[in-house]
């Protein structure tokens, strides 16, 4: 059987997307997500958990997802897990990470970065490949996703 590494997750950011760029000049965003479920116990009684996720995009995406979303806004991300080790410096033990490299990401909130609500326009003929995006528009959900590699 093959190996699979795919993750896809739905959830808010915990804190502002961060861009910066590498030595060579690649740009790369961290961001954290906040993802949660709801489950009842054997006793009846309603329980709620949040998972908190590092991750990281590369070149275009990390440049959208800077410009576009913010701390809370609601995003699907897909990508694949790495984990990262390496050694502490002042205790000189061993550190892990486990995060996610986004492949791509939709934007979920009706609003963009500033919080003002994004002007989609109506393509009620449903097809979108006649519609004209504007400037500085936010991508939509129903869009197909926006991709990229990361340089490595």
């Not at 740009?27 to 908190?52: I, N, P």
């Not at 995003?75 to 996610?100: N, Y």
């Not at 006649?130 to 991508?139: F, L």
Request: proline fraction near 5%; include cysteine; hydrophobic fraction near 30%.
């Amino acid at each position: 059987m093959a190996d699979l590494n795919e993750v896809r997750l739905i959830g808010r950011l915990t804190r502002d997307p961060e861009l910066r760029a590498t030595p060579s000049g690649h740009s790369v965003c961290s961001f954290g997500l906040a993802t949660g479920r709801k489950y009842k116990s054997q006793d009846g009684t309603q329980h709620e958990e949040t998972t908190f996720v590092d991750c990281t995009a590369w070149g275009k995406t990390a440049e959208i997802v800077e410009k576009y979303i913010k701390k809370g806004s609601l995003v699907f991300v897909g990508g694949r897990l790495k984990l990262d080790t390496w050694e502490d410096r002042q205790t000189g033990q061993k550190r892990s990470k486990l995060q996610i490299v986004v492949e791509n990401v939709q934007f979920l909130d009706s609003r963009n970065k500033d919080g003002n609500n994004r002007d989609v326009g109506n393509n009620s003929s449903g097809n979108s490949n006649n519609w004209q995006q504007p400037k500085q528009q936010a991508p939509q959900s129903w869009m197909e996703p926006i991709l990229s590699d990361p340089p490595f």
